[in-house]
């Protein structure tokens, strides 16, 4: 069966059978790719999401499974990368922290406390969910009925906000530490 072409045409019928054929194969190549249950999910239903919204794009000339695979490949990229950047911040937030901690321990956690109260109702809730009482993304995204991928975006963005709101107090705990050990 040429499944492309009805892909093309918008059969709905026809990728829900692509979904079955294609879906425990593809969440297998992520979850080995990458040891992660969190980012097989993801990267699975992105990828069906995206084949859906591009199929018009599809090409009879190539397999159907060598262009999911394609997406798939160039969407678990993106999502490596954002993990990355996401990494990225949380450790440079962690080491201003523990710079703080070194710097005015009583000021600085009353600065956190400001800066994390002053996000937004949900960002504030999922924040605290995470960092303060260890919760995953998944039993978060469940708790409050939100996609994990919404979970790890209001993360991202708390950690922004912290780093913004912290960056002109570490600079200046920075100068004060310099002066203080000359």
């Not at 591009?54 to 695979?69: G, P, T």
């Not at 954002?82 to 600065?111: F, I, R, S, W």
């Not at 978060?140 to 709101?165: D, F, G, W, Y």
Request: proline share 2%.
């Amino acid at each position: 069966m040429d499944y492309v072409v009805d892909l093309t045409s918008g059969c709905l019928q026809t990728f829900q059978t692509v979904y079955r054929l294609f879906n425990q194969k593809l969440y297998a190549y992520v979850l080995k790719k990458t040891g992660s249950v969190y980012m097989a999910e993801e990267v699975v239903q992105l990828t069906f999401i995206r084949l859906w919204e591009k199929r018009e794009n599809l090409s009879s000339e190539y397999s159907l499974s060598a262009q999911i695979f394609r997406i798939a490949g160039t969407i678990l990229i993106d999502q490596l990368r954002k993990e990355a950047v996401g990494k990225k911040h949380l450790t440079v937030v962690e080491n201003d922290y523990a710079l703080q901690n070194e710097v005015d321990q009583p000021e600085m956690h009353h600065a956190l406390e400001q800066a994390i109260e002053q996000m937004a109702p949900v960002r504030k809730k999922v924040f605290k969910l995470s960092k303060v009482e260890g919760y995953s993304y998944k039993e978060i995204a469940e708790m409050l009925s939100i996609s994990p991928k919404t979970v790890e975006n209001h993360i991202s963005q708390a950690l922004k906000q912290l780093r913004a709101a912290f960056s002109s107090i570490i600079s200046l705990a920075i100068i004060m530490s310099a002066i203080i050990n000359k």
